[in-house]
């Protein structure tokens, strides 16, 4: 990471005078449907607590100054992406969703949640993982069915999929399209 503590926020975040100047731009395209990924604290990875300063505020302030633009009850005239959403806050995912975001990226969650399938499935076999032959059940045992790649890569996929049902029940995805 690179030490910004001596740098201005507003040239670490994005104000609200340039989300409008972007959904000006992009409005001028015909049939014009687009999203803003604003800055907002928002990082791509995952940091130890503490270390990102997530203010999903901006965006509803983002909101707000292109509502009184466009002269327009809708509080909601532009839609975001939330960037580098791994390891965020369930509760500020659901800010951030009620400012009008309407994607995240959450690849280092998934990724990790593979990832722990695999650590998990490794931790509960190790004494089957050490040898084509031999185990706690005897040393004429086979283990093949423990190093089957197919079984530990079955446990990551388990694992990323239950970190996908959280993804979705934080994001209110759940039960929306009945």
């Known amino acids: 990471g690179v030490d910004n503590s001596d740098v201005a926020s507003s040239r670490l975040y994005t104000q609200p005078e340039e989300v409008w100047y972007a959904y000006q731009q992009l409005s001028e395209v015909p049939n014009a449907a687009?999203?803003?990924?604003?800055?907002?604290?928002?990082?791509?990875?995952?940091y130890a607590p503490g270390n990102v300063d997530l203010q999903p505020v901006i965006l509803y302030?983002?909101?707000?100054?292109?509502?009184?633009?466009?002269?327009?009850?809708?509080?909601?005239?532009?839609?975001?992406v939330f960037h580098g959403g791994s390891g965020s806050s369930t509760e500020d995912i659901q800010y951030a969703i009620g400012a009008g975001v309407i994607k995240m990226n959450i690849d280092?969650?998934?990724?990790?949640?593979?990832?722990?399938?695999l650590r998990a499935y490794e931790a509960k076999y190790h004494d089957y993982?050490?040898?084509?032959?031999?185990?706690?059940?005897?040393?004429?045992?086979?283990?093949?069915?423990?190093?089957?790649?197919?079984?530990?890569?079955?446990?990551?996929?388990?694992?990323?999929?239950?970190?996908?049902?959280?993804?979705?029940?934080?994001?209110?995805?759940?039960?929306?399209?009945?």
């Not at 280092?108 to 399938?117: A, H, L, V």
């Open 129 to 178: 993982l050490q040898g084509q032959i031999g185990n706690p059940e005897g040393a004429d045992k086979p283990n093949k069915k423990y190093y089957d790649p197919r079984m530990s890569l079955r446990s990551g996929e388990e694992s990323m999929v239950r970190r996908l049902e959280k993804a979705a029940e934080d994001l209110k995805c759940v039960n929306v399209l009945n």
């Open 108 to 117: 280092t969650d998934t990724q990790w949640g593979f990832w722990d399938g």
């Open 34 to 46: 687009f999203t803003c990924a604003a800055s907002f604290g928002n990082v791509h990875g995952v």
């Open 61 to 80: 302030n983002s909101q707000k100054y292109i509502q009184e633009k466009l002269g327009t009850d809708d509080d909601k005239p532009m839609r975001f």
